[in-house]
């Protein structure tokens, strides 16, 4: 098993629409990331579950509703979403702490049409 | 307040070639921890290294080679004898211990091509 997998890896969808995009960690980790990628931009840290609670919400809009059941899962909820939410979603796993690095998925690039 | 910034945002280079990313990071903490991470075309991120803010030695890895500075708040990072599977997308990150390490900041990232 690789070390974190998302799904799907593309996902096109209407701006009425809602889906979800998953990511499961094999890797034993607390801490878990969704990190948006757009191009030109840095990566933006989006929320971050540790044990299960969310420890950040980087001022997200209401649109994107993370959720994390257990310490393997990972989920962002999606709905009415607008074209410039279009980009590449990173999850990504660690120990948790400021000294531990971080291990990503591949990314689910999501098209708003 | 925390940042990092990459100022190359390409670099194109000829096979075999040296090149050297930099990295330059502003900070307040004394603790701090400096990574360096890949993006290869297949979109995930690849840990390449990391560096606490108390141990300034200089590090090789094969062709890889980091040079971190506290004068010059500076981490770069350099690839002796570029191959063409070293294309790929860098990035400089920095974690704070205050934040617990939940608000890891990135660099905009230096897009390297190597050409063969």
């Known amino acids: 098993e690789t070390g974190v997998t998302q799904t799907p890896r593309h996902l096109v969808m209407g701006m009425t629409n809602k889906k979800s995009l998953k990511c499961e960690q094999h890797l034993g980790h607390n801490a878990m990331y969704w990190y948006k990628q757009s191009a030109k931009k840095p990566l933006e840290l989006m929320f971050v579950y540790n044990f299960k609670e969310q420890t950040e919400n980087n001022s997200v809009p209401s649109r994107f509703s993370p959720e994390c059941p257990n310490s393997s899962h990972l989920f962002l909820h999606l709905h009415t979403l607008q074209p410039e939410d279009s980009a590449l979603y990173l999850c990504a796993s660690s120990l948790g702490g400021a000294s531990y690095e971080q291990y990503f998925g591949p990314g689910t690039r999501l098209t708003v049409t | 307040a925390q940042k990092v910034t990459q100022a190359q945002t390409e670099i194109s280079v000829v096979e075999k070639e040296d090149v050297t990313l930099d990295c330059v990071y502003e900070?307040?903490?004394?603790?701090?921890?400096l990574f360096w991470y890949k993006q290869p075309p297949s979109g995930e991120l690849v840990f390449l290294i990391r560096r606490n803010s108390f141990d300034e030695q200089n590090e090789i890895s094969g062709r890889y080679s980091w040079n971190f500075q506290k004068s010059t708040s500076s981490f770069n990072f350099t690839i002796t004898a570029s191959q063409v599977v070293d294309s790929a997308v860098y990035f400089c990150a920095l974690s704070e211990a205050s934040t617990g390490g939940f608000k890891t900041i990135f660099g905009a990232g230096t897009r390297l091509f190597v050409k063969a």
């Open positions: 900070t307040r903490d004394t603790t701090y921890y």
